[in-house]
């Protein structure tokens, strides 16, 4: 599942969908996208196409409940508000409803928050999460991977995303 929330970064949350490998019938990708990251999306004209969206509103869908079996939940890019709100167990919304699925039944939450400084109160809640289990893993470049553009970076953050997911690609050159 790949929700997608009102931060800078919505490009990142394409380019997580597009790289994912065609042929794996493995993946089946559930995206929820809340009103923010549309709004977001416009100013940074970032488009989303070739998916089956649920509604952020829908607490009901399918994806909500433990027993549908989400293996794993990443939060791309994930505003400070959804961070906050996982982080105290709010489930106000479908994202924020599966990521407390995710923590509850122990799977794989990831969470890519993208804002610059960090305030003393995200640090708190990122530290609360990942002593519970979730991966905090926001989009810092790399600065060993050999990167010559801005696609290059983002090939490189992506598949760090990857890597901690399990899925295999080849975005970029390894270390060796």
């Not at 809340?34 to 196409?49: D, L």
């Not at 027993?67 to 919304?93: E, R």
Request: some cysteine; overall charge negative; proline content about 3%.
């Amino acid at each position: 599942m790949l929700a997608i929330t009102g931060a800078s970064g919505v490009g990142l949350a394409e380019k997580f969908i597009n790289y994912l490998p065609q042929n794996s019938e493995a993946i089946d990708l559930h995206i929820v996208i809340s009103k923010h990251a549309k709004t977001v999306a416009k100013y940074e004209n970032e488009t989303i196409h070739n998916v089956t969206l649920h509604n952020n509103e829908d607490i009901a869908a399918s994806i909500a409940s433990g027993s549908f079996q989400v293996d794993a939940t990443v939060v791309l890019p994930c505003s400070m508000n959804t961070l906050a709100k996982i982080a105290c167990g709010i489930a106000d919304n479908l994202t924020s409803r599966v990521a407390a699925v995710a923590i509850k039944e122990q799977k794989r939450l990831l969470l890519a928050p993208r804002e610059m400084p960090l305030s003393a109160i995200a640090l708190e809640n990122m530290l609360k999460l990942s002593k519970l289990g979730v991966v905090i893993a926001p989009p810092i470049i790399g600065y060993y991977s050999d990167s010559n553009s801005l696609e290059d970076i983002e090939k490189f953050i992506i598949g760090k995303w990857y890597d901690t997911l399990g899925i295999e690609h080849n975005l970029y050159k390894r270390w060796s």
